[in-house]
């Protein structure tokens, strides 16, 4: 059942102004035909014209390979959500709440929200698009995921790996870089209650 | 559920953060991650407790094999297993491992086939207190550093309860 959790605003590049936004808990089918019909063939052309993996990762686009569909259709451990905007799936989020546990010693063997996989489409994508019209997909997402993390009792502690490329995203944010994870080929990165807090709260006032 | 943040950190978040989109998961540029997602769509979603014995399972192999100073190449060589399949039960919990590899590790490490085998999630009854065991060890784990004392302990602990 898709739930529609509340609006918040993107910054439309193109324009200059901030649009509504709704963010949604599980997807539905409207989530699905764009993925398929909208994201998938524009990351896929991309990736062809890359002839190897590491321009690929340099060109933004990694996750034409991610099966988001599969996914979330498949496995029902992961909670799902999703960022619509102009009347389209601009943001997709796959959480597991089931199967991770903390690993900052601090925190270690404690229930934690894992980040499975987070995208924003690719006309979104600053690396990606000469004019990438969104920004703050894969903000609002995050902020997501903290929110399910303290309704759920976990005090807002996210997991997640890094696609390379994002690496120096998770730093300002507040996560702590755990380094390399030899069996996910990937850069861990863990927030804790105390960075959950200073994430969300600090920027309130 | 509700929402932690409001319109007005949106924006300032925004306007704070560097311009860089948000991406984070796992790449499928490998055959076995692909196959991975092949298997997710047509296997039958196990539920959350064998899923969490299948991660105690993949800790425990990982654990032993840190423990032994071994590759995943080299203990799949040395216990006659498929690479693929071997990372498969390390690293995925909705894997289903084979008899065959369940039973290849318990003999390469000397732990009990019997309890091997409800960690893989292949048998309907498992016992609750193999099941809090496992729970306790699978929580403690950290594939991300090499074993550390505390861990060695543990994984000691554990093999030993999975060989009473």
Known sequence: MKEHLGDRDLLNRWTGEYERASIYHGLDES?????????????????????????????????????????????????TFAVECDGMTQGLMLVDLATRFARI??????????????????????KFSDRPKYRGTGCALLATAVSLSRELEFKGRV????????????????????????VKKMQYFEMTEEQANQFLADREA | ????????????????????????????????????????????MPTRNVVQLRIALGALVHQLRQRDGLTLEELAVRA??????????????????????????????????NNLSQLSGETHVVGRQ???????????????????????????????????
């Open chain 1, 31 to 79: 989530n699905f035909r764009d993925f398929e019909a909208q994201w998938k063939p524009v990351l896929e052309r991309r990736a062809a014209e890359f002839p190897n993996w590491t321009e690929a990762a340099d060109g933004n686009v990694q996750d034409a390979h991610w099966d988001w569909v599969g996914n979330a259709k498949a496995e029902s451990r992961y909670d």
């Open chain 1, 105 to 126: 010693q601090s925190q270690r063997g404690l229930d934690l929200c894992y980040v499975e996989l987070i995208s924003s489409a690719p006309w979104n994508r600053p």
């Open chain 1, 159 to 182: 997991g997640l790996h890094s696609l390379p490329e994002s690496e120096s995203w998770y730093g300002p944010l507040g996560f702590t870089n755990c380094g390399f994870d030899d």
């Open chain 2, 1 to 44: 559920m509700k929402l932690h943040f409001s319109n007005d950190w949106m924006r300032k978040a925004i306007a704070r953060y560097p311009d860089v989109e948000t991406e984070a998961g796992r790449p499928l540029e490998s055959p076995a991650l692909a196959d991975e997602i092949a298997r997710g769509k047509v296997a039958i």
């Open chain 2, 80 to 113: 006659d297993v498929s690479e693929d399949e071997l990372r498969q039960v390390e690293t995925n919990s909705s894997y289903t491992a084979r008899p065959r590899i369940i039973y290849q590790l318990s003999s390469f490490f000397g732990v009990s086939l």
């Open chain 2, 130 to 164: 193999l099941y809090n065991d496992a729970m306790k060890f699978a929580a403690h784990s950290d594939a991300l550093t090499p074993l550390t004392e505390a861990q060695q302990t543990l994984l000691n602990e554990f093999v030993a309860i999975l060989n009473r």
